[in-house]
């Protein structure tokens, strides 16, 4: 069974920079796409980035450009590094891991989560 652990968030200021991990166990972690998600209060969970296991990444519009996902399979670690933060950027992010029945750019493409971790960006 597959654990994710995020870490890495907490407060910045509008402008700053984070950088997430997402550490995994399991077998095989190089076959698998990794996502990042992120959720704000009342809000449903949206997709952020996904890392393809060929080494392809593709963002959602509203971080594209500031945003960049990485991994190293030989850690079994994907990274989500957030530069020019946005408050609109607070919510809590999750790593996900791709499997799921559903397209990737919704929660139904992905069979393991983590946690999550809190990202705050104030203004």
């Known amino acids: 069974q597959e654990q994710l652990v995020e870490s890495g968030g907490g407060l910045v200021q509008t402008g700053g920079s984070l950088r997430l991990s997402c550490a995994a166990s399991?077998?095989?972690?190089?076959?698998?796409?990794m996502g990042w998600f992120r959720q704000a209060p009342g809000k449903e969970r949206e997709f952020v980035a996904i890392?393809?296991?060929?080494?392809?990444?593709t963002y959602a519009d509203s971080v594209k450009g500031r945003f960049t996902i990485s991994r190293d399979n030989a850690k079994n670690t994907v990274y989500l590094q957030m530069n020019s933060l946005k408050p609109e950027d607070t919510a809590v992010y999750y790593c996900?891991?791709?499997?799921?029945?559903?397209?990737?750019?919704?929660?139904?493409?992905?069979?393991?989560w983590g946690q999550g971790t809190q990202v705050t960006v104030s203004s």
């Open positions: 890392s393809w296991s060929g080494g392809s990444t």
């Open positions: 399991g077998r095989t972690f190089s076959r698998y796409a």
């Open positions: 996900a891991r791709g499997g799921g029945a559903g397209g990737v750019y919704s929660m139904s493409g992905y069979d393991a």
